[in-house]
């Protein structure tokens, strides 16, 4: 599977930012989209999931409310929106695949996203 | 919440063996991963369930775990696996994905 992300952004302090994922190579089911990001000089820091069967979806505690993931069927692609940008937001973005409990064993390009005024 | 440690940096010269470890627990009841993540790149799987390599991957990669230590081992070093290497469990807590700080490989 290969995951393809959408380009960078340039983002003000506030606003809100999407990001789309979208897997080819296999059909699109049984598997979860996992999106970790990694700002400057940081670790990697997981975000959430979304099982693209069902849609059902998990956030980090510390994104709980301010990010949502989605899926669109029909075009086969993944969202991540990040709501109330900060400047510690600035970082790249990263969906991930998994098949349940198992390893990450695909990841997209990233998507640098940059908060700025 | 669930917390894995790792050292920040790990130097070794070319052709040398480096070890890197992972603290956490619970090693025994949960699956390790292993990360390489180079700069301006996506990070690539080197090591599943403690110690299987993936596809591609050169047999220098080696992970093993014991008692409370995750360790992954690069035989062989080469400029070419200076990385930050970061480890990974799931856990039942509130957040089910849990990262290590990462260690940064420096070949000499």
């Known amino acids: 599977v290969q995951l393809g992300q959408s380009g960078a952004e340039v983002k003000k302090p506030g606003t809100s930012v999407q990001v789309s994922c979208k897997p080819s190579g296999q059909a699109f089911r049984g598997f979860d989209i996992h999106w970790v990001r990694r700002a400057p000089g940081q670790r990697l820091e997981w975000m959430g999931w979304?099982?693209?069967?069902?849609?059902?979806?998990g956030y980090a505690q510390k994104f709980q409310g301010r990010v949502t993931l989605t899926s669109d069927s029909s075009t086969r692609t993944v969202y991540m929106e990040l709501r109330g940008l900060r400047f510690d937001d600035t970082a790249v973005y990263y969906c991930?695949?998994?098949?349940?409990?198992?390893?990450?064993?695909?990841w997209g390009q990233g998507t640098l996203v940059t908060v700025s005024s | 919440s669930y917390e894995l440690t790792q050292p920040p940096s790990v130097s070794v010269a070319p052709g040398e063996t480096a070890t890197l470890t992972c603290g956490g627990d619970d090693f025994h009841s949960r699956s390790v991963y292993w990360y390489q993540h180079k700069p301006g790149q996506a990070p690539v799987l080197v090591v599943y369930d403690d110690k299987d390599r993936p596809p591609g991957i050169p047999e220098r990669f080696s992970g093993s775990t014991s008692g409370n230590t995750a360790t992954l081992t690069i035989g062989g070093v080469a400029a070419g696996d200076e990385a930050d290497y970061y480890c990974?469990?799931?856990?039942?807590?509130?957040?089910?994905?849990?990262f290590g700080g990462g260690t940064k490989l420096t070949v000499l």
């Open positions: 991930a695949k998994a098949s349940g409990a198992a390893a990450f064993d695909s």
């Open positions: 979304l099982n693209v069967n069902t849609g059902n979806t």
């Open positions: 990974q469990v799931w856990d039942l807590g509130a957040d089910p994905v849990v």
